[in-house]
């Protein structure tokens, strides 16, 4: 019956129009015919098979191979087999190592068809899905662990990511064992990333064969496998030789993984090859690969390194910027007493240090940075002190210094501190003070897209009153704006004179800050009014003034006994524009506070 | 007093949205009224919208298998998401303020009950019955000839592209296939056209070989519809009052979509009936065009598999309810039954939800069949008939699933026969690349619920899991 079976499929591939005299059918049918005689329904096929390829018009010979397969299939369909050979003690669960356990099947269908379609489909808001699954605890149902395996292949990165950092490595030490049994060290990126997740979830203690298979990845894998893989066996010490062998090899991405590797070991031989690395040609891979991993040993060894250089120079002679940067990156996130020790004494005896003189300006302001940044951390007095020193000879570190004396100190030692007790700022030389002047446009403008002046509160607090003395002495408008504050005799008639030039030439940022201020809460009306309409009279309607939008706003909703004022000073304003577009928002500012006002009496006729 | 568990108002939300918004609601505080009625039977409040006012909703569960809920809100969705938070503000225990039922909500319970009333009154001859709905003999006439003629037409498809051989189909046959499928649709054979459609996109798939295997069996059972489907149209034509066949499969076949009311006066109804589902999936059936929610239940002190199927058309699956996995016990009074075999369709509406209880549990494992040979008798029982369901369900015992060392995993009864486990065709995910990873106990001494179906190819009965019952676990791996 197979046999009729495949020879009907032949002939539905083919078309029932070749079954006329086909030899293969013919030679069937008497076998049919023969077992016919015990079983009827072999007679009823022969009977058939005779049709199928006996003389008939075509659509019958159709019809023919349609009947004999309906009862062929019905036949077979009572006749499937079940069996299994060969059932074995082979078990079926994965090897213990690669268990999963606490993973429950209780989530709803919903649920996870909703993550299955956002990981299969295409389309926005799938990253949105996935996130909220992983929050709402979703991949602990077992079922959703090929969903997991999936994101970790997504073409999205932000999803594939989450699956490498934290949806994988949830599922604990036996995710890395069942990523390894399926590691393909051929393929491409979603097998880097699984050994990415296996990097940072770790395999157990007495796993050799999943030992083996990094083992063998990191041999045989392409290129970029072998990478992932040899990152993951610095946990094993029995591999230290094979490291220092990578770390030898041509490849770089290589040495470089076998540098982080070798960090991760910690033991002598991979210090003393990582040392010769970072003071080699290679520093700058070694330096990447170390960064965020060194062990305390480590860490002192390279502060050694960098004491001595900054001493000495390199063995060749004078330093260079190259020399340090290596260090300064695998120091970067170090906290540790020996570098403490070596900031601190540059800070005290620059003297000692000779080979910082070799750098140029820039160079040696980056490092200094460096220093400064890392004495802030400490958050002490006597840091400051040190960065203030620093600061000395690289005015740019107050940047540093203030703020932190700002964290340690009340606002009026922080005032007598920079400016002396009588302001006059005495302690400072020029270069100084118009590093101050920087400082405090940062510190009182937070924010990088648009900066806003500080809630007026904080000022009151943070800052000593005579710093805004200070500010106008300078005639520095930017910082009055952001340092006013009521009970200063000399601020409103400032202001009075200062706006004209900030109406004028004031950055759209800077209007927007007298704004602020205005709006402060500073000020009677009367002046605040004023104050805005001079704003307003001063801009350069005819040149090109940032249109803001607010002060449209603003005039709009002046109160109800300045309206006639404000309309008497806008129309004068608009006979000397030119520009009629211009003219034409100023008129409508004009238009809608006349509709204002009659709306105003309407309602005052009604009452 | 009103039970409600945070599932229970998750079976009775539309779609996951609308649930995940009622909680919301409630998360956010938006409700500024919470009130129940005196008897506890129901909840009513106003939640703040994005307009001036309110909504004022209300969820009643006088009869408490079938709440209603109720809304001011314009959403098409029932319940909607107001409805849906103001249950979940009830199941987390927040405080509800007694008050009377409002008057709208009394007059809608007291209009209701009278319907009850007068229906009850008809069904035990009280009232006289509604009118029979009168049969328009010319037209139904005229519907069965139409539906005659065009199963010849199809006939005559079939055969041409029996004659000119799978192999020389292209993408214009496949084509002509849909086409003709539409056509199908509009002469009264829905049933036809999902199948014709069926067989164009398993021709229309870039994998043609097993396309081919599969697609001469759609051929053929196509044949197996239009003979039998012709014979049993030719009666209807000459005996117009015949009543439709509730016995076999063949109306649905045609495209008939039974009302609950001609089952029940064929008898196809089980009272007061405890359903425990063991499994539920959705897939997208691309040639019924609609998503199919699907569930498998066992009728508790029986050892009966129960289907139940919701199709969603694809245009209308932002109004339909979506139906999800239900991990209570069904308790329902009235469960109407399709006809069909091993796990014929049923539908019930409404039912009260109960807790899970290990004697549930038992009952399954007890439901169960001890032997392989007897559950593939009657799942080969059915595959006889070519227009039986294709892919029965069954509860089986297994001592214990087993690998062979090529990786084929194996069902092995208490008596040592075996099943190959495999994933189906017909099913949207495969279940075995989980068994390796779930607790390895769970494979031993277990009971599996499984779906079978007959690979043509290999001539091999294979079947795959789809649960795993185990003391007090129930283990779904498919969903």
């Not at chain 1, 070749?18 to 076998?31: I, V």
């Not at chain 1, 003189?357 to 004495?375: K, M």
């Not at chain 1, 109160?559 to 577009?581: N, Q």
Request: charged share 30%; aromatic share 6%; proline share 5%.
């Amino acid at each position: 019956m197979e046999q009729l079976q495949s020879e009907l499929r032949r002939l539905y591939i083919a078309g029932s129009d070749l079954a006329a005299d086909d030899y293969r059918l013919e030679r069937l049918e008497p076998e049919l015919r023969e077992r016919g005689e015990r079983a009827p329904v072999f007679k009823r096929l022969a009977e058939g098979v005779a049709a199928l390829a006996g003389p008939a018009r075509p659509e019958e010979r159709a019809a023919a191979l349609q009947d004999v397969s309906l009862l062929l299939n019905s036949v077979l369909s009572t006749q499937g087999n079940t069996e299994v050979g060969n059932v074995g003690e082979t078990p079926v669960s994965a090897r213990a190592e690669s268990r999963l356990p606490g993973l429950a099947t209780d989530r709803s269908s919903r649920e996870l068809a909703e993550l299955r379609q956002a990981l299969y489909a295409s389309g926005s808001g799938r990253y949105e899905t996935v996130r909220s699954a992983y929050k709402n605890g979703l991949f602990r149902d077992l079922r959703s662990l090929p969903l997991a395996l999936r994101a970790l292949g997504d073409p999205y990165s932000e999803i594939s990511d989450l699956a490498a950092e934290r949806i994988l490595p949830d599922y604990g030490p036996g995710i890395s064992a069942l990523l390894l049994d399926g590691l393909d060290i051929q393929g491409g990126r979603e097998e880097e990333r699984k050994l990415q997740v296996v990097q940072r979830v770790g395999i157990g203690p007495e796993d050799r064969i999943s030992l083996e298979k990094i083992i063998r990845a990191a041999e045989k894998g392409s290129d970029k496998i072998r990478v992932a893989a040899i990152v993951c066996l610095g946990a094993d010490p029995s591999q230290e030789e094979k490291l220092l062998e990578w770390s030898r090899d041509k490849k770089k991405p290589v040495r470089k993984s076998a540098y982080a590797a070798l960090t991760v070991l910690d033991s002598e031989a991979s210090r003393e090859r990582l040392y010769e690395a970072i003071s080699g040609p290679d520093a700058p891979l070694a330096a990447e690969a170390l960064a965020g991993l060194l062990s305390p040993g480590m860490a002192e060894t390279l502060a050694w390194l960098f004491e001595e250089r900054l001493r000495n120079g390199t063995e060749n002679g004078s330093l260079s910027a190259e020399d340090l940067q290596p260090l300064l990156i695998a120091l970067e996130k170090v906290r540790h007493p020996a570098l403490e020790r070596l900031y601190t004494d540059l800070a005290l005896n620059p003297a000692a240090y000779p080979s910082i003189q070799a750098l140029n300006e820039r160079e040696r302001g980056s490092f200094l940075r460096n220093a400064a940044y890392y004495l802030r951390q400490l958050g002490t007095f006597e840091a400051l002190e040190l960065v203030e020193r620093l600061a000395f000879t690289h005015p740019l570190l107050l940047q540093q210094a203030i703020p932190m004396a700002r964290g340690l100190l009340t606002p009026s030692e922080v005032y007598e501190r920079y400016m002396g007790t009588n302001g006059d700022s005495s302690r400072l030389s020029s270069a100084l003070q118009s590093v101050v002047i920087l400082v405090l446009r940062n510190e009182l403008y937070p924010g990088t897209v648009t900066p806003r002046r500080l809630p007026q509160a904080e000022i009151e607090v943070g800052w000593d009153p005579r710093w805004l003395d200070w500010a106008i002495d300078q005639d520095h408008a930017q910082l009055v704006i952001g340092l006013a504050r009521p009970g200063n005799d000399r601020l409103v008639p400032y202001l009075e004179q200062a706006v004209r030039r900030i109406g004028r030439a004031g950055s759209r940022d800077e209007i927007r800050y007298f704004l602020d201020m205005l709006e402060a809460g500073l000020f009677d009306e009367d002046t605040r009014y004023e104050l805005f309409m001079r704003l307003v009279e001063a801009r350069n309607w005819n040149g090109d003034p940032a249109m803001v939008y607010r002060e449209l706003d603003l005039l709009k909703r002046v109160p109800a006994e300045r309206m006639d004022e404000t309309i008497r000073r806008l129309e004068a304003l608009i006979e000397g524009i030119s520009i009629s577009y211009k003219k034409k928002t100023l008129q409508e500012v004009v238009d809608a506070l006349r509709a204002r006002r009659s709306a105003d009496e309407g309602d005052r006729t009604n009452e | 007093m009103l039970q409600l568990t945070a599932s229970h108002i998750d079976s009775l939300a539309p779609n996951a949205a609308a649930a995940k918004n009622g909680r919301d609601l409630v998360k956010k505080n938006k409700f500024v009224k919470l009130n129940v009625s005196e008897e506890g039977n129901l909840l009513f409040g106003e939640c703040l919208g994005s307009g001036k006012s309110n909504y004022v909703c209300s969820v009643d569960f006088v009869t408490p298998e079938n709440p209603v809920a109720r809304c001011s809100c314009p959403s098409r969705q029932f319940p909607c998401k107001h409805a849906l938070g103001l249950m979940y503000a009830y199941a987390d225990g927040l405080t509800f303020e007694q008050a009377t039922v409002p008057e709208d909500i009394a007059s809608k319970r007291e209009k209701a009950e009278k319907r009850e009333e007068n229906k009850s009154k008809r069904e035990s001859g009280e009232l006289p019955p509604a009118k029979p709905k009168k049969v328009n003999k010319a037209a139904l006439k005229k519907k069965i000839a139409q539906q005659l003629e065009a199963l010849d037409e199809l006939e005559k498809l079939v055969l041409s592209l029996v004659r000119g051989g799978l192999g020389t189909v292209d993408a214009r046959t496949v084509k002509t296939l849909n086409e003709h499928a539409k056509r199908l649709g509009s002469s009264y054979l829905t049933g036809a056209e999902n199948e014709l459609r069926r067989l164009a996109l398993l021709l229309g798939q870039e994998d043609r070989e097993t396309g081919y295997t599969y697609a001469s069996e759609q051929l053929t059972l196509l044949n197996a519809f239009i003979k039998k489907g012709r014979s049993y149209l030719r009666s209807k034509e000459e005996d117009p009052e015949l009543k439709p066949d509730t016995e076999s499969t063949i109306e649905e076949w045609l495209g008939h979509a039974w009302q609950l009311a001609e089952l029940k006066e064929a008898g196809r109804v089980s009272e007061n009936v405890q359903l425990l589902q063991l499994a539920f999936y959705c897939y997208q059936d691309e040639a019924r065009k609609e998503f199919v929610d699907t569930g498998f239940w066992l009728e508790l002190g029986s050892d009966r598999v129960h289907r139940t199927v919701q199709y969603r058309p694809f245009k209308a699956v932002k109004y339909m309810k979506e139906e999800d996995s239900f991990f209570s016990v069904a308790q329902i009074g009235e469960l109407y039954r399709y006809p069909g075999g091993l796990n014929a369709r049923v539908r019930f509406e409404g039912m009260l939800p109960r807790e899970v209880t290990d004697a549930d549990r038992e009952a399954a494992i007890g439901a169960a069949s001890a032997s392989i040979a007897d559950a593939v008798k009657a799942v080969k029982n059915q595959l006889k008939d070519p227009l039986a369901d294709r892919a029965p369900v069954a509860l089986l015992k297994a001592s214990r699933i087993a690998r062979t060392e090529d990786g084929t995993y194996a069902l092995i009864d208490p008596s040592g026969a075996t099943l190959e486990l495999g994933d189906v065709y017909r099913l949207p995910q495969r279940t075995t690349p989980l068994l390796p990873l779930v607790a390895p106990e769970l494979l031993e001494d277990c009971c599996v619920l499984a779906m079978f179906e007959h690979r043509m190819d290999t001539g091999r009965l294979v079947a795959q899991p789809l649960t795993l019952i185990r003391g007090n676990e129930i283990t779904r791996l498919l969903y």
